[in-house]
Each structure stands twice: as C-alpha cells, then as structure tokens.
C-alpha cells in the first residue's frame, strides 16, 4: 500500500479512492479522451487522482507547480483540460489558469488530507475539495470500453528545454510496457520482490522518471510506497 504522513493505506482502499473519483468526474462531464491536469506535490493524492482518471476514460496532464506560469498556460492551452487536481494552496494560479481550460472544474486538497490527522475544511468558491468528491460518489466507475494500444493514459509535457513543452502522448499499452520493462531489468529476484518490498518514493510524480516509476511498483513489484511529500 502507499503510507504518508502518518496514514497507511492499502491499495484497495487507494483503489476505490480511484473508482470513486471517476465516478465523480464522470458526473462532472469528463469523458472518454477529455484530459484533466493535476497540480500536486509527489503524494498518495497523485496516485488516486492518476488512476481515477484512468478509469473515467480520461488522460492525465502532471504538471509542476513549480513551472512558470506562462509555461503552465501553454500545455494548459495545448491539453484543454476539462478539470483540475491541485493543492489549495495553488488555487489563486490555478484560477488565473482556468481560462485556458475546457471546463471550469477546479478540486483542491491539501497534503494532510492523507495523514494521520486530516485537517478540516472551510469552502471555496468555485472549487471542490477533493476528500468531499471521493466521499460522496459512489465507488463505481463509468463503464468504458478501451483499446490500450489506441487510448491515451496520459499526455506528458517535456521539458521545453529547445523549445516549448511538447505532449509526448503515451497509451495505456506504453503505461504497461514501461512497467515490464522495469520489472524485467530486476531479472529472477523480481520474484522475490513482488510484494515484499518497502521502497521510499521521494521522485517528483509528475516527471516522466517519477510516474514511470510509481505505476512500476504498483503493477509491477507491488512495494509498498512509503511516499516523501515533496
């Protein structure tokens, strides 16, 4: 399972943490092939919020916070997101975003609202809190059909480091191949590993490194995740 500050949770309850976000965003209107943008820190909440999206049909935008603005509204421009995962504390950029959105929907959460001792709530105008979404939708995901080798899982940005950002569009297919891969280079002692194994996840999420590597010890050497909010 995945443990953060303090809380441990197995990934069956990181599973229908999942199922109910695609349900939710469902009800928001996301369908299959719509992309949604997370804004969030390495944390269990990227996890939940990659594979709900997943399950509703939709493809993932990780994006930094720690990005210029600018560069942020030109995947934004280029993605169209229909809705947004952010920390709360990024709102005030994420509604200077909103225009370079395909819908206005905007989640928030905080880190500790995977800890031991979740803070409360007040309300924003506008935005939902991610923890009151997964609570009142029912764990039950949209029924899609996909075809892996077709169907995006998620449209990563580079860097920009020779130009602006490009998508790289990677499928489910190429989400499943990389974690082979991974598991492979272990060779026989992979064997010994599934499921034994606690690695601390410290790798930013939303880099093309840190997601292969989370979706690898999750579907690959199911290790528990002890995650290093970042």
């Not at 709102?91 to 929907?105: C, D, H, K, S, T």
């Not at 905007?106 to 001792?117: A, F, G, M, Q, R």
């Not at 995901?141 to 480091?161: C, K, V, Y």
Request: aromatic share 6%.
């Amino acid at each position: 399972g995945c443990v953060q500050l303090g809380l441990e949770m197995r990934y069956a309850e990181v599973k229908e943490h999942a199922d109910r976000l695609a349900n939710a965003l469902a009800g928001m209107g996301v369908e299959k092939g719509d992309r949604v943008a997370t804004l969030l820190a390495t944390s269990i909440q990227v996890v939940v919020a990659d594979a709900g999206i997943s399950k509703a049909g939709a493809v993932h935008v990780p994006c930094s916070f720690l990005e210029p603005e600018d560069t942020l509204a030109h995947k934004f421009g280029e993605s169209s997101p229909k809705a947004l995962i952010c920390l709360d504390e990024h709102l005030p950029m994420a509604e200077r975003l909103r225009e370079f959105m395909g819908a206005p929907n905007i989640i928030v959460t905080k880190l500790e609202d995977y800890s031991s001792n979740p803070p409360k709530h007040g309300s924003y105008a506008g935005a939902y809190w991610l923890t009151e979404v997964i609570e009142q939708a029912r764990p039950v995901p949209p029924a899609i059909s996909f075809e892996p080798d077709r169907d995006l899982e998620t449209l990563l940005f580079t860097g920009g480091t020779t130009g602006l950002p490009k998508g790289c569009m990677l499928t489910h297919r190429n989400i499943v191949a990389n974690v082979l891969q991974n598991v492979a280079i272990f060779g026989p002692v992979s064997r010994i590993l599934s499921g034994n194994v606690s690695v601390i996840i410290g790798l930013p999420f939303f880099h093309s490194y840190g997601h292969c590597v989370m979706h690898t010890m999750i579907g690959g050497l199911r290790a528990n995740m002890l995650i290093v909010p970042d």
